[in-house]
Each structure stands twice: as structure tokens, then as C-alpha cells.
């Protein structure tokens, strides 16, 4: 009866760690994100094909300060006013502001990839950006946004507060 137990028990935590540990699979969603280096080479593509001079940032998002913009440079807490395009790497739109009048928002509330770029300038600065998928909306997706995308924006910081 013992070794039943054991055996019983071996087998239930194996199949818990299995889970756990299955495909790099997140708890939440249960689905795979992309890593950053299966998108890289699709991203250095499209920075090539649309002329943006490469940087890298340590997260895997490929950017080129356009211009730094002067003040102060926002932080995650700041409340930032913007005006944006967002591009699919195909070079469908699939968002921008509207209108005359820019965009406003807290930091924390967009996607991890503006999170690390945006503060890379100061007010009145323009960046282009290729973000990765992890740092986007991941294996999930958004709306038209099919998961495990990479997305491009444009972004021109007009106010900082």
C-alpha cells in the first residue's frame, strides 16, 4: 500500500511540475509569447526596408531617436501627451491619434514597450520604434492586432507633466 502512495504521489507532483513548466506557457493566458530573438530578424527588416537608423535598446526594441526633444524627460508616473502612429511590420495602421489635438495618458498604463522607449525623450522629441511582441500585447494580441506581433509606432512627445 506504501509504495501505491508514493507512486501516486511521484505522479502527481511530476504532472504539476509538467505544467508549470510546459512550453514557457504564461499562467494567465496558457498561451506561448514569442521570444525576442524569433522577431528580431522580421524586425531589422522592416527598419531597413523603411529606413530607420537602428538602435537597441537591452529589451530587444529597435528604435532611432529622430529628435531628443529638451526639458525634462518623462517617467513611468508622468502623464504624457503624444501624438502617434501605430503600424503593423506589413505597414497597416492599425491605431493613431486623432485630430488636432495629441493623445493623453499615464505611463503606467500603456504597453511595456512605450514604458522603456518614451522616456528616451524629452518633451517636444520624436522617436521611431519597433517593438517586440513580449513588450506589445504578447500571445494574446489586441483587437486587430493578431498575438505574438510586433508593432511599429511613431511617437512625438508634445507634453509632459
Not at 505544467?19 to 509569447?33: D, M, N, Q, V
Not at 493623445?103 to 522617436?127: C, D, M, R
Not at 494580441?141 to 511617437?155: D, K, Q, W
Amino acid at each position: 500500500m506504501r509504495k501505491i502512495l508514493i507512486a501516486v504521489v511521484g505522479l502527481v507532483c511530476t504532472t504539476i511540475l509538467f505544467f508549470a513548466l510546459s512550453c514557457g506557457k504564461t499562467a494567465e493566458t496558457g498561451c506561448t509569447p514569442a521570444t525576442v530573438a524569433s522577431e528580431k530578424a522580421s524586425m531589422v527588416a522592416f527598419c531597413t526596408a523603411n529606413n530607420i537608423n537602428l538602435q537597441e535598446h537591452s529589451s530587444g526594441i529597435l528604435y532611432e531617436i529622430v529628435s531628443a526633444g529638451t526639458g525634462a524627460n518623462p517617467n513611468l508616473n508622468s502623464k504624457v501627451s503624444v501624438f502617434y502612429l501605430g503600424k503593423l511590420l506589413n505597414g497597416t495602421q492599425f491605431d493613431a491619434s486623432s485630430g488636432s489635438a495629441p493623445a493623453s495618458f499615464y505611463l503606467t498604463s500603456v504597453i511595456e514597450g512605450w514604458k522603456i522607449a518614451i522616456p528616451l525623450l524629452k518633451n517636444g522629441g520624436k522617436i521611431k520604434m519597433v517593438i517586440p511582441s513580449s513588450l506589445a500585447y504578447g500571445c494574446v494580441g489586441n483587437g486587430s492586432i493578431a498575438p505574438n506581433t510586433p508593432l511599429y509606432f511613431e511617437v512625438t512627445l508634445v507634453g509632459v507633466q
